[in-house]
Antibody, heavy 117, light 106 residues
């Protein structure tokens, strides 16, 4: 069955860095664009970043542009999010997701990132 | 960048019909998807291409579109439908979720 498993979340101080990973299985990961989506505590869903199936193009929300980098390794079926210069407002559950292709979307269970001193 | 606006909350009695709207300029040219999210869980797709229902989603969920507004309808709402609902669309490499609607069934 399809699985997306995020890891790498935790507590980090403001200005610090964190790298999230998302291990995919059960579908042809290399055929699909992938997203990172976040949800601050008690708030709505916020799109963060997207990468095309082959990594050729990457797009970011204005709120993270210049600080976050999305990447993927199709040989390892893994999606990444490098987060630098973290701020308190980046505190959220981060989901990796395949969204928008056809009639099936896949979401991980999320990993919590807390930015606090 | 695009914006999608939803009402913050909708209340419905069990067995009645709930309607959730989502408005935004992007909807005039691109399809919308609807997600259901229950507390502590990841979102689940309930409608795609404005009105198509994925397999496994109950028939009481339906979608429609008119101009810059899409609507999710829950006909004969059940207690288990109580959740947050988000619309989503994408255009010109901009990806956006709606502001979210909390549906209460009581």
């Amino acid at each position: 069955q399809v699985q997306l498993v995020e890891s790498g979340g935790g507590v980090v101080q403001p200005g610090g860095s964190l790298r999230l990973s998302c291990a995919a299985s059960g579908f042809t990961f290399s055929s699909y664009g992938m997203h990172w989506v976040r949800q601050a505590p008690g708030k709505g869903l916020e799109w963060v970043a997207f990468i095309r199936y082959d990594g050729s193009n990457k797009y970011y929300a204005d709120s993270v542009k210049g600080r976050f980098t999305i990447s993927r390794d199709n040989s390892k079926n893994t999606l990444y999010l490098q987060m630098n210069s973290l701020r308190a407002e980046d505190t959220a559950v981060y989901y990796c997701a395949k969204v928008g292709d056809g009639d099936t979307d896949y979401w991980g269970q999320g990993t919590l990132v807390t930015v606090s001193s | 960048s695009y914006e999608l606006t939803q009402p913050s909350s909708v209340s419905v009695s069990p067995g009645q019909t709930a309607r959730i709207t989502c408005s935004g300029d992007v909807l005039a040219k691109k399809y919308a998807r609807w997600f259901q999210q229950k507390p502590g869980q990841a979102p689940v797709l309930v409608i795609y291409k404005d009105s198509e229902r994925p397999s496994g989603i109950p028939e009481r969920f339906s979608g429609s579109s008119s101009g810059t507004t899409v609507t999710l309808t829950i006909s004969g709402a059940q207690v288990e439908d109580e959740a947050d609902y988000y619309c989503y669309s994408a255009a010109d490499n901009n990806y956006v979720f709606g502001t979210g609607t909390k549906v209460t069934v009581l």
